[in-house]
């Protein structure tokens, strides 16, 4: 297959995908931003950063992750095979720490220690951003301050604990919904009073212009693997990719590669949580407005008078009511098509690879999982044959073993 040359990637201006992005923010947030673009050329871009940076991703992450062929999982799912060819799973559920989190965490902090920063903060909604950047710091050896809402500290106790055991300092708030939004309005709080020493860690492909760009260049390492790896397993590229949408760092990490080759189709899968015509949902493309979140233009959920709603959603880590600028471009453009999963149906896709596979996946993942029926269905009969699916596997479910527990095996 020939790329073709695609508009989505184009942006209008610097920090915007298509009318979103931008920079929404303090003026004492203007100059630490700037300084974050220029290191971005100067120091992301070279040789040497790259060079150090792959060697921890290849000998401390344990990358490049598999890419693995899941045939018993195929059959559950379209016991006819006639929509469903092969399915392959991006397996960043074995990354060290259990998620793709750590991909960005670890290109942030290394980032952070040559801008000759001295302290990170984070913040956390299901506790594996707040893990891998604790990780992060404990591995280049830079103080960790982790915000996180708590109502999150109360539900991800275990990430909270290896948090702390790898010596980060948590922060509960206790503001708002107590959630993630909290926590990132609480970051940015302590960063713009700290802002000479400090750098603040962004976990997904969101908040002010450069960091979804940054966060999407770090996560890029998924779908540059995925792709390499289906033209040796596969003999070609995949005919549709799904992931998990929270904020969209996995999902752009894996997408970002396929883009412009045009015959793929791309799904991106948001938390419909009790069902999107409840208010307790987490489906900020499917059913949100166009707003302003944490510094940049995007969709969000929100009420008539614009003021930011909260999220629902059984996994933490979709729990928010943003996402990334670039998904609400490729939304905007058509070339990412975006659906949603409710908490049930998450539950569901959690037991089915369970049992058919061995892989106890995040609640997070089970949301991309629980769309893999629908998407070969629709793919398979626009094609008029079965088609090859690969998935995002962004995560492990031993994080949500009570929640699984309780609902699964009451
Ligand atoms: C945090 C998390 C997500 C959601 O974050 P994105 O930035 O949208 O990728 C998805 N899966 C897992 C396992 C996570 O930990």
Redesign the pocket.
């Known amino acids: 297959m020939q790329p073709h040359a695609s508009r989505v990637l184009e942006v209008d201006s610097p920090g915007y995908f298509g009318r979103f992005g931008g920079r929404f923010v303090a003026e004492t947030l203007i100059a630490p931003l700037d300084e974050l673009v220029l290191a971005m050329v100067n120091i992301v871009d070279t040789h040497a950063f790259q060079a150090e940076w792959r060697s921890l991703l290849l000998h401390y992450v344990g990358r490049p992750t598999p890419l693995t062929e899941t045939a018993r999982l195929a059959k559950a799912i379209d016991p006819s095979g006639k929509s469903l060819s092969r399915l392959f799973l991006k397996r960043e559920d074995l990354c060290h720490t259990g998620?793709?989190?750590i991909n960005n965490a670890l290109g942030q902090v290394l980032l952070a220690t040559k801008m000759g920063k001295t302290r990170i903060v984070a913040e956390t909604?299901?506790g594996?951003?707040g893990v891998a950047t604790a990780t992060a710091c404990a591995m280049l050896g830079l103080p960790c301050i982790v915000y996180m809402g708590e109502e999150d500290v109360g539900r991800q106790a275990p990430n909270v604990g290896r948090m702390k055991l790898l010596g980060a300092e948590v922060r509960s708030v206790t503001a708002g919904s107590r959630t993630l939004k909290d926590a990132m309005n609480e970051a940015i709080r302590d960063w713009v009073s700290n802002v000479a020493t400090t750098h603040y860690c962004i976990?997904?492909?969101a908040g002010p212009h450069p960091y979804p760009e940054l966060v999407a260049r770090f996560q890029s390492v998924i779908g540059d693997e995925a792709k390499l790896q289906s033209e040796t397993q596969l003999g070609n590229l995949p005919d549709a990719l799904i992931a998990?949408?929270?904020?969209?760092?996995?999902?752009i990490g894996l997408f970002r590669t396929f883009l412009s080759y045009e015959s793929i189709a791309i799904f991106g899968v948001e938390a419909s949580g009790q069902g999107i015509e409840t208010n307790h949902h987490a489906a900020t493309l499917t059913k949100g407005r166009i707003g302003v979140l944490h510094g940049s233009k995007s969709y969000v959920l929100c009420d008539e008078q614009g003021q930011i709603t909260e999220a629902h959603s059984i996994s933490a880590?979709?729990d928010y009511p943003g996402v990334g600028p670039e998904h609400a471009a490729l939304k905007e453009s058509k070339r990412v098509t975006y659906l949603s999963t409710t908490d049930d149906e998450a539950l569901a896709a959690v037991s089915q690879a369970a049992r058919s596979e061995g892989i106890i996946l995040?609640l997070?993942?089970a949301h991309a999982f629980a769309r893999i029926g629908d998407v070969a269905r629709s793919c398979a009969s626009e094609r008029g044959r079965a088609v090859n699916v690969l998935v995002s596997c962004?995560?492990r479910g031993d994080k949500d073993l009570t929640t699984l527990l309780s609902r699964l095996l009451p």
Do not use: D, P, R, Y
């Not at 998990?244 to 999902?251: D, E, M, Q, T, Y």
């Open positions: 998620a793709h989190k909604g299901a594996q951003h976990g997904s492909a998990c949408v929270g904020g969209g760092s996995n999902a880590g979709l995040a997070e993942t962004s995560g």
